[in-house]
């Protein structure tokens, strides 16, 4: 499954040095057939503390993570919606990816000037937000004098499309997102194929700096307005300090906790980052494992035992008979698939079973 977050953000909000710093955990891609080689696209490994466990109960001779592609999309500035600097390119690349990441400065730094001449981050979040809100606002109002002439032959799709229209133009006439509308799950699924960049789903990147003042550091008003403006919005959001993350490139892995508690940074913001991120696209992991290789492979939350199976091959969805199923820690726990049967603990699923996150998976097919 190719799964993508784009990074957006303002010029010198550190947009580009956390997307090296994340392409510093990126794996070969090689295993994942989906992956480009586009230099602005990272293919970074999803954390999971489990994979390796389960690689080394079964002494696999490869292993591979669930992945995420991060893009690191143009620059974008005041009045990209009517093509200023980058505009169209920003847009179009936008809407290629699955979520977005939106980077926001919240460090004072005179060497590295601001846009707009001073660190206020909802001001930030507001020009990019809005610059999607008028390109969308432009898509829905065409896409709605369509659906209202065409509606008139009858046709459903049509028609449903209009009526969400009907719901989506007004409130992004008011300057607000598409996916703050009120939706049914059928509403949604059509306002899905609109394609609208206010409709994906916003991890807001709070980038500190090490060494200089920081805005949460300060507690100010302007540290207030943020806190506010992510509570009223509902907004996702983690803390993450790029520069050292890029720094830390050639420290092994031992070494880098130490390295951030000297730094003042004692968390792994990149890490916090992806698993976020894999969690608002309301993704889950399930694991095959054996000798040959144990292997995440991401689903969507919800998916059936023979939806799942398809992220591995298209026979075990259309020819299947039924998986055998254990979640992850009680498999770790009797120490191989041999006991965990000897024990009962092995369950046969068929076509309805939910799949779980962390189940470990075998699959029977015609």
């Known amino acids: 499954m190719s799964l993508s977050i784009g990074i957006v953000g303002l010029p010198n909000v550190g947009k580009s040095t956390l997307f090296n710093a994340l392409t510093l955990k990126g794996v070969p891609a090689e295993n994942y057939p989906f992956c480009t080689i586009d230099p602005s696209v990272g293919v970074v490994a999803v954390p999971d503390f489990r994979l390796q466990r389960l690689s080394d109960m079964s002494h696999s001779a490869k292993t591979i993570p669930a992945v995420v592609q991060f893009v690191d999309i143009a620059g974008l500035v005041k009045g990209a919606s009517l093509g200023e600097g980058l505009g169209n390119q920003f847009l179009s690349h936008i809407r290629e990816v699955d979520a977005i990441a939106e980077v926001v400065r919240i460090f004072h730094d005179d060497d590295i000037l601001h846009v707009?001449?001073?660190?206020?981050?909802?001001?930030?979040?507001?020009?990019?937000?809005?610059?999607?809100?008028?390109?969308?606002?432009?898509?829905?109002?065409?896409?709605l004098e369509r659906a209202e002439r065409d509606a008139k032959g009858g046709d459903k799709e049509v028609t449903a499309e209009r009526d969400v229209l009907r719901k989506l133009v007004p409130i992004l006439k008011q300057g607000k997102p598409a996916r703050t509308v009120e939706l049914s799950a059928e509403e949604k699924k059509t306002a899905?194929?609109?394609?609208?960049?206010?409709?994906?789903?916003?991890?807001?990147?709070?980038?500190?700096?090490?060494g200089v003042v920081n805005v949460d550091a300060e507690g100010g008003d302007t540290w207030k307005a943020l806190q506010r403006f992510l509570e009223e919005s509902k907004s996702e959001c983690v803390f993450v300090d790029a520069g050292v993350e890029g720094e830390l490139r050639d420290v092994h892995d031992y070494e880098r906790d130490n390295f951030r508690r000297e730094l003042g940074v004692p968390d792994d913001g990149l890490n916090g980052l992806i698993k976020v991120g894999y969690r608002m696209l309301n993704l889950i992991s399930f694991f095959t494992t054996g000798e040959d290789e144990t292997r995440a492979w991401t689903i969507t939350k919800g998916s059936t035992a023979p939806e799942a199976g398809a992220a591995i091959h298209t026979d075990f969805r259309d020819k299947f008979i039924r998986a055998n199923v254990i979640q992850c820690e009680k498999l770790l726990e009797v120490g191989s698939f041999a006991k965990a049967r000897e024990l009962g603990l092995l369950r046969s699923e068929g076509k309805e079973y939910v799949v779980q996150d962390g189940d470990v998976m075998e699959f029977k097919h015609g």
């Open 192 to 210: 899905q194929s609109l394609h609208l960049l206010t409709l994906k789903p916003v991890l807001y990147v709070l980038n500190r700096k090490s």
């Open 116 to 143: 707009a001449g001073e660190i206020d981050p909802v001001s930030d979040i507001e020009v990019i937000n809005l610059e999607l809100v008028l390109a969308d606002m432009q898509t829905a109002e065409k896409s």
